[in-house]
Nanobody
Framework: AQLVESGGGLVQAGGSLRLSCAASGRTFSSYRVGWFRQPPGKERELAAAINWSGSRIIYADSVKGRFTISRDNAKNTVYLQMNSLKPEDTAVYYC???????????????????WGQGTQVTVSS
């Protein structure tokens, strides 16, 4: 699957952005998806993940209550709605996917086979 992220940009603290991850080349409905982020000078970390059906979702503690991951399998797209953004949310955001039809979500980067090119999110104070 080819993954393309969009929706990043510059926003003031307290603002919102919605990232999209669009898949092409394969039917996305059988893939679990994760949103990762890599702040400047830091390791890549998981922000949120969703299983193929959307029945199981996990969030990093740092984004709980502010970010919402969702998917529209008919549109081959996964979203990350980000509200109440903080300067520490500044990072390159990547979506990742791998084929998995169980209920499980994937928490670590090595579990994913396909990655997008990333989209920059910058939150100003």
């Amino acid at each position: 699957a080819q993954l393309v992220e969009s929706g990043g940009g510059l926003v003031q603290a307290g603002g919102s952005l919605r990232l999209s991850c669009a898949a092409s080349g394969r039917t996305f409905s059988s893939y679990r998806v994760g949103w990762f982020r890599q702040p400047p000078g830091k390791e890549r970390e998981l922000a949120a993940a969703i299983n193929w059906s959307g029945s199981r979702i996990i969030y990093a503690d740092s984004v709980k209550g502010r970010f919402t991951i969702s998917r529209d399998n008919a549109k081959n797209t996964v979203y990350l709605q980000m509200n109440s953004l903080k300067p520490e949310d500044t990072a390159v955001y990547y979506c990742a996917a791998n084929y998995e039809t169980s209920w499980l979500v994937a928490r670590t980067a090595y579990e994913y086979d396909y990655w997008g090119q990333g989209t920059q999110v910058t939150v100003s104070s």
